[in-house]
């Protein structure tokens, strides 16, 4: 029997959590379907789930349908739930992208659509509520192929077989396969099956999960066309993909074996010792003593595990490129502050993007955000785990910030008995790269040992710039060059000198301007009646006066609704929502979705309000610790070139931008 993860996605009301009902009851997995509305689902196990009505973490489910065993993973469906899917992209075999046939491709939607093709995912589209549509399907295609791909083509079979027309649309995709269908008139079933797999065609599928309309014909199109995980090798790797607590309060790591297999008493993790191994079906779970590559398992009380972390052989995954843009400030006037930050780092336990900290210069909790609904659960999270009924102050921007030349940075670190200095180049990349980093050092300037050291503590730690202490982004960090001393180098040395490499280098390129200030920009998407489009117009025409960008409206079939997309500063748009719900007497939609950062428009007015003196910022000091006549001597940042003891370098290996040479 071939075996596949399957994970279910849709923008929120698209009918994902009943599309797995569906499919469930269908396979004979339950006797009676629920309903997210009542409350009953058999995914939505958590309480704040049903008491809100939508999937807020996601759950698995095991079903079969003829030679096929299916580990169905249903995901969050609103967008401040984002980073949680993101992490089970990364374990999928195939995916499902549930459309709504009502509301169509909404800008989640669209986003969902750019992760999936981010991480390669098969994906099959089922079209939902074609019971409540008054289009056709052929109409709801071409706006989904006009959207999202070309290559979606629908899958209808008429006794066991595709029609020639879907045939030929899917020989059209690729031209070998096209000479070969033109020859003998037919597609065998492996080639379609690798199409698929290379997500070089999107089958699409009609139906109701409601109404069990094109269920079974949807399960026989997974069973037929899909191909079963094989593993690469029989060494154990595996992936954890979410981490929870359930109400006993058991740490639970969720996994999946990429390879080899796994079993109670293995040791994984600095010693940790697995003493039981559990599979779920929605609520309930059974203890199994082994775990073959490519299922899903859940192993409690591990301690050293985050979503995303590779196991074994398997590397980790990739960091969530959906992430939050507002920054919140708890109010602990009620409670014990050390309190309150427990129990959020237990929250971001689950979720890393909660980027949960404790700020000494404001001496405050702050907590980053996605948005207004994830702020509430995350309010009652408090509330029913650990009896804190916290408020929140007004959300600010999460700004970010880059630079815009290159330059050499130099950490030195050298107290009475500790010695290490570290060279880095700190360069620009393009928008959305993140931050990148990278190792050029050769091994006869600094040992190996090191240069893992030095590029582990890179990668663990949030860099802030210079101009108001935003995280970096967008930016390579390349090791060139290090010493350190024989008898008094340790480890923690390294990872001090790192760290001041990385400020003293930004501290050259802010004195001369060569550091940006990066605000959030949304996409988003207006519904309103034609009656309201006026207004609307007038607030799209401020928004494009704020170098918003608008996209060419488009209106319904029969002329009542009007939709208008596009992207805008989300410093614009906070209350945009509040607007629209005012004039629109709560009719109106106005969809969110993170797009990326640019540069601020206002940077200097943001710049002047932080009034961030980065020289003051202790944790994140650009000055070194030199040690002339056996004196520990803080050395400023503009000084520290004259004290190096290794020479800043002329040129770097694959050249590209000039070195900071020293001379100030």
Known sequence: MKQIVVGVLANVDAGKTTLSEALLYQSGVLRKLGRVDNGDAFLDTEALEKKRGITIFAHQAELTYQDLQITLLDTPGHVDFASQTEQVLQVLDYAILVISGTAGIQAYTKILWDLLEK????TFVFVNKMDAVNLGQNELLKQEQKTLAAELIPFTEKNGQLSPATLEEIALQEETVLSDYLENGKLADAVIQKMIQQRKIFPVYFGSGLKLAGINEFLA??????????????????????????????????????????KPKQTLLKQEKINEIYVYQGEKRQAIQEVAAGQICTIPGMKETYPGQGLGMQPDGQKPVIEP???????TKDYDPLKCLAALQEIQDEDRELHVSWSEHEQEIQVRIMGEVQLEVLQQLLLE???LDL????????????????VEGVGHFEPLRHYAETHLILQPLPAGSGLVFADECPDEVLAPNWQKQVMSDLKNKEHLGVLIGAPLTDMKITLISGHYNYKHTQGGDFRKATWRAVRQ????LRAKDQCQLLEPW?????TVDQDQVGHAFNDINDIEQMHGKIDTPEMTANGQVQTLTGTAPVAQMQNYAQKVRDYTHGKGQLECV???????????????????????????TPDSVFCPNEIATRIPWDEVAKWAHVPYQKKYKNGGYPAYESGL
């Open 385 to 387: 785990r650990f009896n």
């Open 325 to 331: 843009v507002l920054n919140y400030v708890v109010d």
């Open 594 to 620: 993170f797009d990326y950062y640019y540069p601020c428009q206002n940077a200097a007015e943001i710049i002047a309000a932080a009034n961030y003196v980065p020289t003051h910022d202790l944790a994140n």
């Open 119 to 122: 991480y390669h995912v098969p």
């Open 505 to 508: 280098g930004l501290m050259l």
């Open 522 to 526: 949304y996409r988003f998407k207006l």
């Open 221 to 262: 199109g997974l069973a037929r066309w899909t191909v079963g995980y094989k593993a690469k090798t029989s060494e154990f790797g595996g992936r954890v993909f979410k981490i929870s607590h359930n109400p006993k309060g058991e740490r639970l790591t969720w996994l999946r074996v990429m390879s080899g297999t796994l």
């Open 391 to 406: 408020a929140f102050g007004k959300g600010k921007i999460l700004y970010k910030e880059t630079v815009t030349a290159a």
